[in-house]
């Protein structure tokens, strides 16, 4: 696919998500979460802890099958939000915006916050915490598992 990757671990994930809570807390009070399911889910889980907030409601837009992008198909709409008036939206990121556009064009009045944000899918969010370049895969910790990896020296001998 012709992408680096960058891994998140749980700590990490855990560290970026608490920052982008302290972003968000001068910015409430907040009605509600609304996640954009599933990336948004851990996500809107922290925050809602960090942010003393026990209301979560979901949306779900299907974009993406693995890394390859199709057109945003709206499989769960929000029920609870309204206009979005109050209400903070939570993914994990934005890559495209494709994901982002949609949920805004349900909710115009919500605020809209990830965590990471590629340079094309940010002018759709209003907060985040972490940029990466467009050619980058994020690898969250919940798609991932520790593995071996060969040593430095034997694995130059294979693709220089
Ligand atoms: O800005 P975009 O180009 O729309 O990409 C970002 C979206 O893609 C991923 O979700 P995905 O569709 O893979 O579903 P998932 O959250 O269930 O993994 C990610 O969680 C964002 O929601
Ligand atoms: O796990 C993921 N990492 C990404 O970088 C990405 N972009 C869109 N959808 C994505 N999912
Ligand atoms: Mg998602």
Redesign the pocket.
């Given at each position: 696919m012709g992408h680096r990757y960058y891994t998140v671990t749980w700590d990490q994930l855990h560290r970026d998500g608490r920052a982008l809570a302290w972003k968000l807390l001068p910015l409430g009070p907040w009605a509600g979460i609304v996640a954009?399911?599933?990336?948004?889910l851990i996500p809107s889980a922290i925050i809602a802890r960090e942010l003393d907030c026990r209301v979560i409601e979901t949306v779900s837009v299907?974009?993406?099958d693995e890394e390859t992008?199709g057109e945003p198909r709206l499989s769960k709409p929000p029920t609870a939000a309204g206009s979005g008036a109050g209400w903070l939206i939570v993914?994990?990121?934005?890559?495209?915006?494709?994901?982002?556009r949609v949920v805004r064009a349900l909710l115009p009045e919500a605020h809209l916050a990830t965590i990471y944000a590629k340079p094309a899918?940010k002018p759709m969010v209003d907060t985040y915490v972490t940029e990466v370049s467009q050619d980058t895969w994020i690898l969250f910790p919940w798609d991932t598992e520790p593995q071996f990896t060969p040593p430095i020296a034997k694995a130059r001998n294979g693709d220089g």
């Open positions: 954009i399911t599933r990336g948004g299907i974009t993406y992008r993914d994990d990121l934005v890559d495209t915006g494709t994901t982002a899918g």
